[in-house]
């Protein structure tokens, strides 16, 4: 039966499907433009809308704005997600992950290693030209070209722009209620140490950021690891049981496309963890640093949004979309506002007044949002490269997460398979990555890998994800 000019769009569609599934067209790849692709085919316009928008409902493609149609999909190369970890039994008292992160990171500075390792960005991707443009205004506009000491709630045009930035977290704040501060670390740890004593013990997910592990360290604070879906995070239900069992005093929780595993916490489980802080009465702190990295239409809203009585201290910074060496970070801390600034007090006096001085004349100018456009967009299609990639090159066993933001996947392998020995076999090929034993307390994820795609995809970067597949295959 011949289709008539009705499906001509389903034989396009079709034609294209077919093309994805056989590899032809690959994952995280630009198709052509609707002019060009009504040209190609010798189709009206409107059929090759009609055909884009048949893909797109099925999921195959997805539109970006001002960009095009990229196709996001294939099911033939699409690895299953990872497992959900199983709850802990008591909370864990002493960290043992320093000696792991330090010889992980031992070789951040050496430029001939293949770093899958390290969750930010290059240089290629900031904006250097603008920010260097915003320093030498910000040294014309301050006292002493910026000599003195900062205020210490922080910079008074930083500050304002940051609560510009908050109505598209879906939060209204003013300047009064940001501190600011050395990077997002440093707002986690005044945070941390304004809500709690050594000896307390805090929740976090599993697995969980290795520097909020070490932070427990630092601080002597014991940690409960909750258990967290891979695509809607913390399970709220072992969260509310487990704070009065355990007496936990403190949430650090990762909400908007968690490290490592890329989870994004869906706005009604974000409320109902909210309502778990304020029955318990305990703080809640949310690291929102990679809430403006996401793929989709909108920024996801936070916890903070949904906090009504002060109990979520936000802790954000501009260190993985600008620049990290700037040192540029800020708290909303709510309710514990003044232990927070009696804390940066004892421990910094202030925050570096020219860089952060600079930071708010490059929000202030409107290049912010500009520059992340473009930088969601290359995120998103190296997403879709690295993805493809593993799939192609790791055992047919494999796991990998589903980020919808921020710059790293989670890899599942077999269980025979020790990833830390794995590493010590990759960085003597020049590359390294970061073994899941980082990111728990309690021996688990030794057969788990988390590689950052913040590096845009390159030859070197295929050749490097092929060895790393050709020695997984080597330990089955």
């Known amino acids: ?201 805090i929740a976090l997910e599993s697995p969980s950021y290795y520097g909020a592990l070490q932070l427990a360290e630092g601080l002597g604070l014991k940690v409960l690891e909750v258990p967290t879906n891979p695509i809607t995070g913390v399970d709220l239900d072992y969260l509310d049981k487990a704070i009065p069992r355990h007496k936990i005093k403190a949430c650090l929780f990762v909400t908007n496309f968690h490290n490592p595993l890329g989870c994004c916490m869906p706005d009604k489980n974000k409320q109902e963890l909210v309502r778990i802080v304020e029955k318990h009465d305990i703080a809640l702190i949310e690291d929102d640093i990679y809430g403006d990295l996401y793929f989709g239409k909108q920024r996801p809203a936070n916890c903070k949004t949904f906090d009504k009585h002060g109990h979520v201290l936000l802790c954000n910074s501009l260190s993985k979309s600008v620049a990290p060496g700037y040192r540029v970070g800020w708290t909303m801390p709510g309710k514990y506002k003044d232990k927070v600034l009696r804390m940066k007090h004892h421990h910094a006096i202030s925050c570096t007044t020219l860089t952060h001085a600079a930071a708010g004349h490059f929000l202030e100018i409107g290049r912010y949002e500009f520059h992340l456009r473009n930088l969601r967009k290359m995120l998103h299609t190296q997403s879709l490269r690295y993805s493809q990639a593993i799939c192609e090159y790791f055992p047919e066993s494999t796991r990998v997460s589903r980020p919808q933001g921020g710059c790293v996947l989670w890899v599942e392998l077999e269980e025979h398979i020790n990833t830390f020995e794995l590493f010590q076999q990759t960085l003597k090929h020049k590359i390294s990555f970061c073994p899941g034993r980082l990111f728990s307390l309690q021996n688990r994820y030794n057969n788990c890998l988390r590689i950052s795609y913040g590096n845009p995809w390159s030859k070197q970067v295929d050749e490097g994800l092929k060895t790393i597949g050709k020695l997984i295959r080597k330990m089955n």
């Open 1 to 201: 039966m011949i289709k008539t000019a009705d499906h001509l769009y389903l034989q396009v569609a079709d034609r294209i499907e077919q093309m994805i599934e056989k590899d032809v067209m690959k994952m995280g790849e630009k198709l052509p433009s609707v002019r060009v692709l009504s040209k190609q085919q010798g189709i009206s316009l409107t059929t090759a809308f009609q055909a884009y928008y048949h893909l797109e409902a099925k999921g195959l493609i997805e539109s970006r704005p001002k960009s095009g149609y990229y196709i996001c999909h294939n099911k033939r190369h699409l690895a299953p997600m990872p497992g959900t970890c199983a709850p802990v039994r008591k909370p864990a008292s002493d960290v043992t992950v320093s000696d792991i992160v330090l010889e992980v990171f031992n070789h951040r500075s050496d430029d001939s290693i293949l770093k899958f390792s390290v969750a930010t960005l290059p240089s290629s991707l900031l904006p250097s030209a603008k920010m260097a443009k915003a320093v030498v205004q910000a040294m014309r506009d301050l006292d002493g070209n910026g000599l003195g000491y900062e205020a210490l709630q922080g910079n008074e045009l930083l500050r304002g722009q940051i609560a510009r930035l908050s109505l598209g977290w879906g939060e209204v704040c003013t300047p009064d209620d940001i501190v600011t501060t050395h990077g997002c670390m440093d707002a986690l740890t005044l945070c941390l140490t304004a809500t709690t004593q050594p000896g307390d013990t």
